[in-house]
């Protein structure tokens, strides 16, 4: 049974970093695409970034330079370090795994497409302040 659980979101200011963690069991952590989504109040949730087997990184656009996502294969664990935040990163940051193993893309982004990603944690909420 696949499972996922994230932590790490809270509360900081406008310029402050957090790190995301997302801890993964029931399944081969470096065989499969793993990607960390956001849903913000009132909107659709969104790709912020991907990492496909072999470890190749992707971005969404408003995050690049500023979000890092990276993973621990022997830990089981997904993280994402997000630095120079800003209040629209307010929002519910969600990890996901495509059970088929490699990522599938598509043009809303250059990451995963979240239709592909079968297996969602639960989200860990950070909120930005100004």
């Known amino acids: 049974q696949v499972e996922l659980a994230e932590s790490g979101g809270g509360s900081v200011e406008a310029g402050g970093s957090v790190l995301l963690s997302c801890v993964g069991s029931g399944y081969s952590f470096s065989s499969h695409c793993m990607g960390w989504f956001r849903q913000a109040p009132g909107k659709e949730r969104e790709g912020v970034a991907g990492?496909?087997?072999?470890?190749?990184?992707t971005y969404a656009d408003f995050v690049k330079g500023r979000f890092t996502i990276s993973k621990d294969n022997a830990k089981n664990t997904l993280y994402l370090q997000m630095n120079s935040l800003k209040p629209e990163d307010t929002a519910m940051y969600y990890c996901a795994v495509d059970s088929s193993g490699v990522c599938q893309y598509g043009d809303d982004w250059p990451g995963p497409i979240e239709s592909g990603m079968d297996y969602w944690g639960e989200g860990t909420l950070v909120t930005i302040s100004s």
């Open positions: 990492i496909d087997v072999g470890d190749i990184t």
